[in-house]
C-alpha cells in the first residue's frame, strides 16, 4: 500500500538486470472499478523502449483502455482477474511449494456424458 510510483513489479531475466527486458507491472485491486485508458496510458508512461509491461486488473479494463492496450506501440499484456486466474490453473504444478501457499487449488473433475457416447 501507498505510493509506489506507479510500479508494483519490477522483474529482470537475470540476477543482474544485464540482458534481457525488464518487466515492470502494475495491479489494481478493485474488483469494481474497470481500469480506464488515463489509468493504462500512466503505467505506459514507466516502460521504456525495451520493457514488457504487465497490467493485472481485478475488476477488468474499460472499453478505450482495452482497445488502447492493443493500440500501443509498447509492449503491454492486459491481464483481467479471471485471466489471472487462468494463468495460475494453467502453471500451479510448475509452482515450488512455497509459492503454491500464496493460492492454494485443488482441481475438481466432471464426468463428460457427451464423449462417453
Given amino acids: 500500500?501507498?505510493?509506489d510510483g506507479g510500479l508494483d513489479l519490477l522483474a529482470q531475466t537475470d540476477p543482474l538486470g544485464i540482458?534481457?527486458?525488464?518487466?515492470?507491472g502494475q495491479v489494481k485491486r478493485r474488483r469494481d472499478n474497470k481500469v480506464t485508458e488515463d489509468?493504462?496510458?500512466?503505467?505506459l508512461s514507466l516502460i521504456e523502449t525495451h520493457d514488457v509491461?504487465?497490467?493485472?486488473?481485478l475488476g477488468g479494463f474499460t472499453r478505450d483502455a482495452l482497445r488502447h492496450g492493443r493500440e500501443t506501440s509498447r509492449r503491454v499484456t492486459l491481464i483481467t482477474g479471471e485471466g489471472l486466474?487462468?494463468?495460475w490453473v494453467e502453471h500451479y504444478a510448475s509452482l515450488d511449494e512455497d509459492g503454491r501457499q500464496l493460492l492454494p487449488v485443488q482441481p475438481v473433475y466432471f464426468l463428460d456424458r457427451d464423449a462417453l457416447g
Fill in 1 to 3: 500500500k501507498g505510493p
Fill in 19 to 24: 540482458t534481457g527486458p525488464r518487466i515492470k
Fill in 39 to 43: 489509468e493504462l496510458r500512466s503505467f
Fill in 53 to 57: 509491461g504487465v497490467f493485472i486488473s
Fill in 85 to 87: 486466474l487462468d494463468l
